[in-house]
Nanobody, 124 residues
């Protein structure tokens, strides 16, 4: 089965930075996308970042310019680098993967098929 293991969560003051890691293994579907999602208390789970099969990154406006995703393709580790953190960034950050497509001229994502357990980020 797919295994997605997050690490790096913790507490940080507003304006600070924090980086999360997601170690992925067992992904047998291809092409695939990877995602960061967050679960905020009192709100629906929301998108943080999408990585398309060709590495294209998509961010919602809420984190654009502050969060950056990178991937170590050799080790299959997905990172989320978070800067200028705000209290509203507090939540459980979840790594995910899902089927995507790669047409050569364009790529995209269908949706999440596999979820990690999440790691808590608290910004105060």
């Amino acid at each position: 089965d797919v295994q997605l293991v997050e690490s790096g969560g913790g507490s940080v003051q507003a304006g600070g930075s924090l980086s999360l890691s997601c170690a992925a293994s067992g992904i047998t579907y291809s092409p695939y996308c990877m995602y960061w999602r967050r679960q905020v208390s009192g709100r629906e789970r929301e998108a943080v970042a999408n990585m398309e099969p060709d590495g294209t990154l998509d961010y919602p406006d809420s984190v654009k310019g502050r969060f950056t995703v990178s991937k170590d393709n050799t080790r299959n580790i997905l990172y989320l680098h978070m800067n200028n953190l705000k209290p509203e960034d507090t939540g459980t950050y979840i790594c995910a993967a899902g089927r995507g497509y790669d047409l050569g001229t364009s790529t995209g994502c269908y949706g999440v098929d596999s979820w990690g357990q999440g790691t808590q980020v608290t910004v105060s």
